[in-house]
């Protein structure tokens, strides 16, 4: 069976004028803190949004939002499912919010370490089986299916994220830059219509922020799957990123393309500064070669 078999295409579903995900007047307190405020945020289907913003904006507060870890006292968050359904997410519990089509990675890893590569993957993917706990224990034949099932969409997500040959490793004993991709495998072996990156570049070398940039869009453009990225890195956000939104103490000050979003002076005086400003104009001039 090829990998397009078992890692689900989305792709023929794309449609980047229809929001999957719609944040709408978002506020976030924590006692007197206001961590989001007001915050109004859409992801189109099959696009790749990054959310940028300075240390403490409240970019890994709203994905917290997003996916139930935290409950904003206001607003709300829709997700809009590729079969039509409409589901509110905003207080949801983070197992249903996957269920539904939301998967994560985390700014600080968060592996099995103790379990091979393979392993933290199968794991994932046994989410979605529906094989009850009796049928498993009696090994009946609908459960011997699934696990193999659950077992070869394992192998082709780690060839898929460039790990088919550290299967057998323990996550521990991986790369900084493999463990960043061991994360997405896991994301993506339930199966999600939406990815959510917190920061998926931290503390990997200059190839493998190449080779991760290349991993993104593979995502999207292969699996048809919508992205929403946090990264501090300009460079990795403007080669991958459609259109940008940024966050400054918890509201949003721009949203955009990215061409647009560097020019906003509103970024470029309350957030950027002139030295990320240069940043990001440098990033793109080397895109641009
Ligand atoms: N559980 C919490 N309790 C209290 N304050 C919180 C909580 N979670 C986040 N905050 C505060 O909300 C603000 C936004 O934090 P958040 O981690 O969302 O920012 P960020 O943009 O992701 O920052 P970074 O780029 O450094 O990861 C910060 O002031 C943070 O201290």
Redesign the pocket.
Known sequence: MSNNTVIKQRSAESDTATPVIAVRGVTLR?GG?V?LSDVELTLNRGEILAVI?P???????LFNSLTGVYVPQEGSITLNSANGSTHALLGQKTHVVNKLGLARTF?NIRLFGALTALENVKIAAETRQRTGPVSIMLGLPNARRAERASDRRAHNLMEFVGLGDKINELASSLSYGDQRRLEIARALATDPQVLLLDEPAAGTNPTEKLELAELIRHINAELGISVLLIEHDMRLVMSVAHRVTVLNFGKVIASGTTAEVQRDPAVVEAYLGAEMAAEMLDAQAQEEE
């Open positions: 924590f803190l961590c913003g240390n403490g904006a409240g970019k890994t507060s700014q």
